[in-house]
């Protein structure tokens, strides 16, 4: 049986690191489309070519999925600060968070957007490239 720390001590750990592989995974397909829009080689100005505006797309929800994880962040943060600002005016060594106020619910919803767009860069990405390896058989 897990206990209550352990539980929050597994959920803090898998979150940082689904937010490190989505960080990771974010910048590859930004790098990824951006080598290829701008390499001199042949196939990557064909793929360019005939992919122009899913790699474009992709490039551009690659820069979504970086500014939801920054954003988070920095929602995280603020909510820890004003926090702690509480704790220190009433003196108290602890302090509840408002699960209900805005920072901490858009903390949520970014953490969340910032997976769900990075899944479908990956796979419109993953679907392009296979049209266009289909294509030109």
């Known amino acids: 049986m897990a206990s209550e720390e352990d539980v929050l001590a597994r959920k803090k750990d898998m979150s940082d690191k689904i937010s490190t592989q989505v960080r990771t995974l974010g910048l590859g397909i930004l790098a990824l489309t951006w ?17 122009r505006t ?24 603020e909510v820890a600060r004003r926090l702690l600002n509480k704790m220190e005016a009433e003196k108290s060594t602890e302090g509840y968070y408002d699960y209900s ?37």
Do not use: M, N
């Open 35 to 51: 080598g290829l829009v701008v390499s001199e080689s042949a196939i990557a100005r064909d793929i360019t070519k005939r992919l």
């Open 54 to 77: 899913p790699l474009l797309c992709v490039g551009t929800l690659a820069i979504g999925v970086i500014l939801f994880d920054f954003l988070q962040y920095a929602c995280a943060y």
């Open 101 to 137: 106020s805005p920072l901490w619910i858009l903390q949520s919803v970014l953490f969340y957007a910032k997976q769900i767009v990075l899944g479908l860069a990956a796979f419109y990405l993953i679907y392009a490239l296979i049209c266009f390896l289909l294509a030109t058989r």
